[in-house]
């Protein structure tokens, strides 16, 4: 089952050379079974994780069918307990206590639950030329080109004056209204095709439209931006001024779909970083009393730098884990020390259309199994973690015991451009780490594409872990 061993054992070579295998060639058939109904319930999860909150809310009604409860600080546990805690609504811990001591370390597996999108701006619902519409500000690094003339669909939050807090979802269900972008029919684009593919969909132009409908009685200029305030507040009873209070997002409306003759890919939104979440999440579900304590963390913001109260640079996280190590009389610092960390994010997959952006020798591919990136970063690599050989070697020997098929992956070619994960932010508390994930084609798109191979080797490299000693 390793993928990373030798070639066929047919020559006075064996052992000495590396040769990786398609993990469809590995696969026995039980496992093959295995995958496929593996992969079925990661996309009806991924389907209602459309946003970090509804990702966050999806996996605690997981945990609690599995019998996790609330972490109550200051309370004892003792091994084999399942505790969350919800970070705002939009990040989330999972632990199950080990049997060993937390001065012995956790085991750790890093997922962001945030992806690319358009946000709502706070002062967005203006009429123009009869059309309503909202002004948006987009999250994440997006091709905006690829975000017009698609469906959308709308979800979030209100906040009222009060405090009354109103979840918003509108156009996932099948008899919902949805939204779009436009764009410039080809005829007369002309000037807008002799753009570069950055400057021919600007920022500011990636203006929703969400009415046309006048109201009668209302001045003229805004009848219909009238209108839908009209029934805004006839649903949630909102006025257009708890749009301050607001955090609304607009989100490709594309169902998660098989994609190939052979069902062996999945496409669908916000894969990056979704799909590893799903994997860290099933498999601490799994978990019921660990040598070591297990501990899945689902973060926001990493698609922006981790920032803010519910990123990976906030202390909520260390506010757990002290939490825990206190009741045991067990330093932070002692904890981490001897901690490890897989950083559960995706890869790019090496793409035949796409050749020139790619060193094809290290670059993960389709189907080859989970992806291990020693750094990420930029051409230096700049703002990477860089793991250790140690820290390589002690994957390599996890994997191999666990029947795990991996690879090893690099975002891209060196002076190409790059990327960064929470791998750094993790490694900066003093916890060994290195990324680990499912290889993923057109990521950051509206409609990403994984292999349910990869997908699978993804949720059995996050078992290994937990099951570590």
Known sequence: MDNNKETKKNTKYDGLLYQQKNCYELMPEDELNACYVFAENYKRFLDGA????LAVSMAVKLAEEKGFRPYVYGQKVAPGDKVYDINRGKALTL???????????????????????????????????EMAFFKTHYYGGIKKYQWVAIPLELHGVIVKLDGTVIDVSIGAGADEPQFTITD????????????????????????IVIGSRPEKEAESGSKVKVMVLKLLNEKYGITEADFLSAELMAVPAFAVRDIGFDRSMIGGYGQDDRVCAYCELAAILEQEKPVKTAVCLLVDKEEIGSEGVTGMKSQFFDRFIADLCRSEGTSLYDCFANSFCLSADVSNAFDPNFPEVSEKRNNAKLNYGLSIIKFTGSRGKSGASDATGEVVAKVRKMFAENQVIWQMGELGKVDQGGGGTVAMFTSQRNINTIDAGVPVLSMHAPFEVVSKADLYMAYKGMQALFREK
Do not use: C
């Open 50 to 53: 459309r946003t970090e909150r």
């Open 95 to 129: 632990a199950v206590i080990g049997e060993k001591p937390m001065s012995a370390g956790i085991n750790l597996a890093a997922a962001h639950v945030d992806s690319p999108r358009v946000d709502i701006k706070q002062v967005p619902l203006y009429e123009d030329s």
């Open 184 to 207: 410039l029919l080809p005829h007369l684009g002309a000037d807008q095709m002799k753009k570069t593919m950055s400057e021919a969909i600007t920022g500011e132009g990636l203006n």
